[in-house]
């Protein structure tokens, strides 16, 4: 049954679409009060023909060391497609190069968990014609982004409904110093575990929200996948999970990036 259903979005996200119309791109500059200064995001707005047409929104969260611009150039490029494709209005912010989207006890101007989760949600519910409720926005990314998504999603579960990770860092304790994230949370490794997504699994039994984690049979962050997988069907959280034939890459997450959408649209028009 699983394989079946894997094929199915299979043919699904690969079928061409011809397009008439083409979603719109806007560069702000989002000031974040918590931080002191104006964070570069890029919102990519679906075409529409329908006056005064509201959309579901999924906030995308880059990896370390990237940016909003490289994502649509080389990450997802299919992002403004995807947009039309399923009526989705998508937003990326710039996480930094290594801000790990977590508000940092040591750097005061790196407060992205509260930018993400509280303050760009408002702006954008203010400019843009959201559906602004909570099972109509979601929060995705990959690498740093993918716990940035489970980590935030998880902190303002009130506000997204439905979280998405690809190839996520879910357990980044291993590597705290390769990535600079002792700078960030400081060195007493006995609060490493307080920003850790898999440290903090547990909540996920409270927070009614939807799952899906994806991840490559070649990346560096498999184990860890599979572990955070293990836990939440352990204590009967339900999520979606799916390891695919890729590395920690471009290749892998732009192609990853087209089933968590797909899988988002379904979150969005399912009855309730």
Excluded at 104 to 111: E, G, I, N, T
Excluded at 237 to 256: L, P, Q
Aim: aromatic content about 14%; overall charge neutral; charged content about 15%.
């Amino acid at each position: 049954m699983k394989q079946s259903i894997i094929a199915l979005w299979l043919a699904l996200v690969l079928m061409p679409v011809v397009y008439v119309k083409a979603a719109t791109v806007d560069t702000l500059a989002v000031f974040s009060n918590a931080m002191g200064k104006p964070v570069r995001t890029l919102v990519v707005v679906p075409a529409t023909s329908k006056t005064g047409q509201r959309f579901p929104t999924v906030y995308v969260l880059h990896g370390y060391s990237g940016n909003p611009d490289r994502t649509l150039k080389a990450d997802i490029p299919s992002l403004p497609q995807m947009a039309d494709q399923y009526g989705i209005l998508f937003v990326i912010p710039d996480g930094g190069f290594d801000s790990w989207y977590i508000n940092s006890p040591v750097k005061k101007d790196s407060q992205y968990e509260t930018f993400v989760g509280g303050e760009l949600v408002n702006y954008v519910d203010q400019h843009y014609p959201t559906i602004a409720t909570r099972d109509q926005r979601g929060l995705m990314g990959w690498s740093m982004g993918g716990h940035g998504a489970l980590y935030v999603g998880l902190k303002h579960a009130g506000s997204f409904g439905a979280l998405g990770s690809m190839c996520g860092a879910v357990d980044f304790k291993p590597f705290v110093m390769d990535f600079g994230i002792d700078k960030l949370v400081g060195a007493d490794s006995t609060k490493w575990k307080y920003y850790n997504v898999l440290d903090n699994a547990r909540y996920f039994v409270f927070s009614q929200q939807q799952l899906m984690i994806t991840c490559g049979t070649a990346d560096p962050f498999l184990a860890y996948n599979r572990r955070l997988h293990e836990y939440l069907d352990k204590h009967h959280v339900a999520h979606t999970y799916m390891e695919t034939e890729g590395a920690h890459d471009h290749a892998y997450w732009s192609k990853a990036a087209k089933y968590q959408v797909l899988w988002f649209n379904l979150f969005f028009t399912a009855p309730r």
